[in-house]
């Protein structure tokens, strides 16, 4: 398990320092403030620190004895709900990506912040509901409002 780890937090430190790379082929800074590099440059960079922490404290947790648990299988990637739990939320992302451009930030985020609280086990109606509306229609108004980031409107106009 901690070999598991150290490999997935290998990889993400990895992407981070990509993203990284990428965002300072973008320029950091415009006439108006922040350039379209800022925030991927920023981003990646609270992803490294991140990783490296995680990274380190797997590294100094003690290792088990492999006769503590003799027979016990040890596995990498997620098996049973686990792995299904994944892939719906991989098939989540998916489907919001696709229909981002045609119902809009609002209502595409709406749908999937409810389905992704509800894929990974919560079942209270009112945290799903607060969760859905302020990660879709609170996001929409933060980055219209404040920061100026257009997003898209879909077809509907919402």
Excluded: K
Excluded at 51 to 79: C, M, N, T, Y
């Amino acid at each position: 398990m901690r070999q598991g780890r150290l490999v997935a937090t290998g990889a993400m430190l990895a992407f981070c320092l990509f993203a990284l790379w990428q965002s300072l082929l973008l320029s950091l800074t415009d006439r108006l403030g922040p350039g379209p590099g800022f925030f991927p440059f920023w981003l990646a960079l609270i992803g490294i620190v991140l990783s490296l922490a995680l990274f380190v404290s797997i590294w100094r947790e003690p290792q088990p004895a492999a006769q503590d648990a003799p027979g016990e299988e040890v596995r990498i990637l997620p098996h049973g709900w686990g792995a299904m739990r994944c892939f719906a939320i991989i098939g989540l992302l998916a489907a919001v990506t696709m229909a981002m451009e045609f119902v809009g930030f609002r209502i595409a985020m709406l749908v999937f912040n409810a389905a992704l609280v509800i894929a990974l086990g919560e079942r209270r109606w009112w945290l799903i509901a607060v969760f859905a509306v302020l990660g879709s229609f609170g996001v929409h108004y933060l980055f219209t409002t404040w920061l100026d980031v257009l997003l898209p409107t879909g077809q509907f106009g919402i």
